[in-house]
């Protein structure tokens, strides 16, 4: 039995590590952070991810899931390792290697056997062909290693059907063997696997997540216009989806995406490209609308309201998208510390998300159990993610509970006639505001 070893219990080494064992294999997986592994060690995911708990607990009772600290006993007679490491983002936008140079060394060091070492992580091109010569280096006993890459396309909150029922699972590799060697893991998985060379899958990676996040920016843009023309952006995007050269995914207008890939992704592509002398305009352009696009609300409620000081604002939705308690680029954080920094009082309510705030603002922010109990006594209300608690709460709400119901939402939950009705102020992204006259006039400046 091939035995596999997952450096980095991350987002992306533990999903694949559990996947990997759900499909059969055994597999053990190596973080340095000891609090996470001994939860593990109890069956417990350090990350909110639906679905993964079970999984965990399932594969380690069935004896085909591990965890450890221990990475010299874990790598030493691994037959296959895949790296999870975090890349994150440099200050000038290029992508960190640390983590996968850390892990590199150790590998090298450690190997009595010989191995295949597959990035999982997603890193500049080039990076698998420096991480080969850079481990045969440093390698302390005499065996044969190669590095393969292979992309993780995950996303949170879907994460383990998205591994379980990939799209497609794309494999670089140099040689033959190599190809066999992943060809044979990913069997079970029974999806289309694509091979190519390593940078191409290195590549596949970032165009990848590059396109999405500029098909996010596009419709930023388009629903920006929309409200200077008087259109309203769902219907131009009903009209567009049904060519199915465009499809109707990915195009949600909002205050700009987050998280740990795209905002990451773009920089270091376009921080890679500028290195080749080659500007990837489009890239640049949708890291600039992103940026813009994250202060839309607070651009739309300035002109209803002179100061934040001293107003209570209600905050619904905290995490950069539902489903992941997961902070990272969430549009939550810079308003909210832009709003405290004026003197307002926050009141934010999320229903998952609230514990990683408060390491963000452990003071400074009041955090409520319900929507309803956030929006008491409110002069205005902000809402940053489109989690079901949200987007299912009657409308009337808004105006029972708030002292002015002015509600300003970045992600267009809830729909203009329904807000009409309700008889709110409400503004939302590309589409029409909607006024309630009485409203306006008592605290319009
Ligand atoms: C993304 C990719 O989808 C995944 O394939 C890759 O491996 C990692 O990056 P993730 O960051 O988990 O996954 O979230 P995703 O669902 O893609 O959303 C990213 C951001 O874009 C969120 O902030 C979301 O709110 C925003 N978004 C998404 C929009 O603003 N509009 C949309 O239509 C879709």
Known sequence: MTKIVIAGAGYVGLVTGVCLAEAGHKVTCVDFIEDKIAL??????PIYEPGLNELIRKNMNAD????????????CDADVIFLGVGT????????NLNFIYTAARQIAETITHDCLVVIKSTVPMGTNDKVEVFIKN????????EVASNPEFLAQGTAVRDTLHASRIVIGVESEQAKQVLTAIYAP?????????????????????DFLALKISFINDIANLCEAVGANIEEVTTGMSYDARIGDKFLNPGIGYGGSCFPKDTKALHWLSEEEGYVLRTVKAAIEVNEKQKFKLMKKA???????????????GLTFKPGTDDLREAPSIPNIRLLLNE????????????????KVYPTGVVYEETPEEALEDADLCFIFTEWEEIKTMDMKVFREK?????????????????AKAAGINYQSIGRPEVKAAAVVEQVKV
């Open 40 to 45: 593990l060690e109890k069956g417990i995911s």
């Open 64 to 75: 085909k899931l591990s965890f450890t600290t221990d990475y010299k006993n874990a790598y």
């Open 88 to 95: 994150p983002e440099n200050e000038d936008g290029s992508a």
């Open 138 to 145: 440093h390698l302390q006993h005499k065996v044969k290693v």
């Open 189 to 209: 998985f029974n999806q289309p696997i694509l091979t190519m060379s390593r940078r191409s899958a290195e590549m596949v990676k970032y165009a990848s997540n």
């Open 302 to 316: 300035r002109k209803d309201f002179a100061s934040f000081q001293g107003l209570k604002i209600a905050v619904l």
């Open 343 to 358: 003197g307002a009082q926050v009141y934010a309510y999320d229903p998952i998300g609230v514990e990683n705030f408060k």
């Open 402 to 418: 708030m002292k002015t119901p002015f509600v300003y939402d970045g992600r267009n939950c809830f729909s203009l006639t329904e």
